[in-house]
Structure formats: C-alpha cells, structure tokens
C-alpha cells in the first residue's frame, strides 16, 4: 500500500548512511523494487536508506509494507534486521553492527546468563535466558557470525571511527593495534631475550661472527620481499657458527627464487612441511588448494647432522593470529628449535612478527634476538612477552 511520507515517523538514521547516489539513480530510473517497512503506527522499520533517497528525489508518498507488532521493540527490530542481512548494499560491518543490537535487545528482554556461566547444562536453565545461538537462531546466521558481531561491537563502541571499515577483519585489527598503545609495555633488551625495532640488516651487524646457534624465521612471502632471503643469508652464513642452521618457513610461489638466493650462501640442508590442518586456502594464482607450508632448512659448512631427530611433516593445529596476521601456531615452531638449537644457544629471529619464537626461546632456556621493523608487531611482540601466556 502507498502511505505518504509525511505520515512515516522514526525516520532517523540508526547508523551512518554511506552514499546514497547510487540508489537515488536506481530508484529514480526504474522505482522503488523493495517497499518500506512500517508497524501499525507507521513506524519505520527497514528501508531507511531508501526513505532517505526518495525523500530526497522528493516523493509525497511511497509504497510500504505494514507488520503488526503490537508495540514490540523487539519484534521490530527482528523485522529489520532479517530484512537488512539480506541486503546486497550492506557492508559486512553494518550486519554485524545490526546483529549485536538483535543480541543485546533479545537479552535485555529475557535476560542472559552471568559471564561464565554454561546455560547448556540445564535444559531449564538455558529455557530462563538469552544466548547467542538464539541470537543466531532468529537472524538465520551462524553462531559464530554473533561472536564476531559482539566483537566488532566492541571495538566500534570503544573507537567509533572503526565504523568507517567496511569488513570487519581491518576492523578487529586496527582495534588490537589501538588496544595495545593504550599499554604501557616495557621494552625488552637483555642478554637473553632482545627485542628490537628496527632492519635486520642493520642490526645485525653488531652481531659477533660464527656466534649464532640457529637463524629460525617466517618472512613475508609477497613477490617484492624476495631480496630480503639473500640478505638474510648473507648475514646466516657470517653470525652462524660453524655448522649451524637456517630454518625458514617459506610460500610456494617463489620457492625457486627463494632457495637459489639461500643457497648462494649456505648449503641446502633438507625440507620440510607443515601440514595446514583444516580447511585448505585456495591459492587462485595457480588454482591450488594450499594445505602445507615449506620449511626450508639450509645448514653452514661443514655440514653435520642434528643431534635430535625429527620428522619432515609436522602439524600445525591452527594459525596464531592473536599477535599478527600471518601468525604461526607455536608447536611446530618449538619442535624445530628443540631439534637444531641446544639450550643455551643463541637464536636470531629477523622477522619477528607477532614475536612466537622469542616467546618460545623464552620458555625453553635459548637465547633471543628478534628483530621486526613495523612498530605494530614490535608492540605485539612485547605485549606476548608480557602477557606470558600459552603452552609449549
């Protein structure tokens, strides 16, 4: 039914529009596809983007659907947001922002359980609260869907300006970035674990010769980093002691280029991998489902085996993104210092990242020197440091 727009209340905008140019063209070229949603007082439920377009391309009135819910609060949003998840224009951002405000109003009606507390131990206790998987029941989303809705409510209610993200993995990011500054975190340098902003090609120059036990690292993999791997072995074969190792975990891609600049200067020493479990990722470069990491291990003259054995396929249980975004879980990485350093050693890491190696060195009694020269993941790497915590 067409009801004018003067009649149409609670028009204001919940969250930032955006742009509307190009609806307002689409409309005005082929009309209103999808009507308005209102309640029985002529509240607007959904459609607020396409209020505000025909608004202002100035229509009197506008086709709309009427939804009975007897003064529901809830009933009204349920309404909007099943009609805004499915929305094509919607940012990944929005949804979720949407999906939160379900949660919480749901809650605020029913109640929620304490912070900890299992409601799926009791039928009748889950029966007295609201949970996420209702949440997710409701919208038709998946329950994890409403985890990652609740964080990235969190970290827009606390930094507004994240709003602007249109996907919620930058979001989340750069939410940890600005967490951290707001911490006041020690560096650290001492004769045991050293961790510096700063080149690896420059700050490895202090380092005495053949005093190194083992070069252990996961460098970026992207094309216009490939340089560095002949520079890092430049330096591998003059701190090494004699018969030490370099172990790097490497991308496919350029696996070729890589190991020719290692072995200008180090010999090759054996490969290894690790097994990626879960879902593979899908290289579309070469159409390759990714399910295992090289791990390239190159050894100074004169060559000699490693004391430990170990096998060539380990397994990595899941990626540590908590600290970086290109984060490696810590139990193959500790399997490989175990096996080519002794305790005591000192281990050089040029690309520290989200810092799991001196993290590691830390518990198992080696030496460290972690380099990284982006400011974020040497802040990362001293919040890990600080916080202590995970298993070995």
Not at 99 to 105: A, K, Y
Not at 117 to 134: G, M
Not at 376 to 387: G, I, Q, V
Request: proline share 5%.
């Amino acid at each position: 039914m067409k009801i004018a727009l003067s009649l149409i209340h609670d028009t204001g905008a919940k969250r930032e529009h955006g742009s509307i140019a190009s609806l307002k063209d689409s409309i005005a070229s082929v009309g209103l596809i999808n009507p308005l949603t209102l309640d029985e007082d002529y509240n607007l439920m959904a459609g607020r983007r396409r209020y505000q377009a025909v608004s202002e391309l100035e229509w009197s009135e506008v086709e709309c659907y009427v939804l009975p819910v007897e003064g529901s609060q809830v009933k009204a949003m349920s309404i909007a947001i099943e009609e805004n998840i499915k929305r094509k224009d919607m940012t990944e951002v929005e949804r979720l922002v949407a999906l939160n405000e379900l949660d919480e109003m749901r809650r605020g009606e029913h109640g929620s359980a304490r912070q900890g507390e299992r409601t799926d131990l009791t039928l009748s206790q889950d029966d007295k609260v609201w949970n996420q998987s209702k949440t997710a029941k409701a919208a038709k989303v998946t329950q994890s869907t409403i985890s990652k809705a609740k964080k990235v409510a969190k970290a827009i209610g606390e930094y507004p300006e994240l709003a602007s993200y249109q996907k919620a993995a930058p979001v989340l990011k750069e939410y940890e970035k600005l967490s951290r500054r707001k911490q006041h975190i020690e560096p650290i340098r001492n004769d045991d674990i050293n961790i510096v902003l700063g080149d690896f090609r420059e700050e490895l120059v202090a380092i005495a010769d053949n005093s190194v036990g083992l070069v252990i690292t996961d460098p970026p993999y992207p094309k216009e980093y490939i340089p560095l791997w002949g520079d890092m072995a430049k330096a591998a074969r003059r701190i090494l002691k004699p018969s030490g190792f370099l172990v790097a975990y490497s991308g496919q891609l350029y696996l070729d280029k890589v190991m020719a600049l290692l072995g200008e200067y180090l010999t090759y020493y054996w490969m290894a991998g690790v097994w990626l479990i879960g879902a593979p990722s899908h290289r579309f470069e070469r159409n390759i489902q990714n399910a295992f990491k090289p791990v390239l291990i190159y050894c100074k003259e004169p060559v000699k085996k490693q004391e430990e054995w170990i096998v060539d396929l380990l397994n990595s249980p899941s990626s540590d993104k908590q600290y970086h975004e290109w984060g490696q879980s810590e139990a193959p990485i500790a399997l490989l210092i175990e096996a080519f350093s002794k305790p005591g050693d000192r281990i050089v890491e040029p690309f520290c990242g989200g810092g799991v190696v001196p993290y590691l060195c830390k518990k198992m009694n080696r030496k460290c020197l972690a380099i990284d020269n982006d400011k974020d993941s040497y802040e990362a790497t001293l919040l890990r440091m600080a916080n202590d915590k995970g298993q070995v």
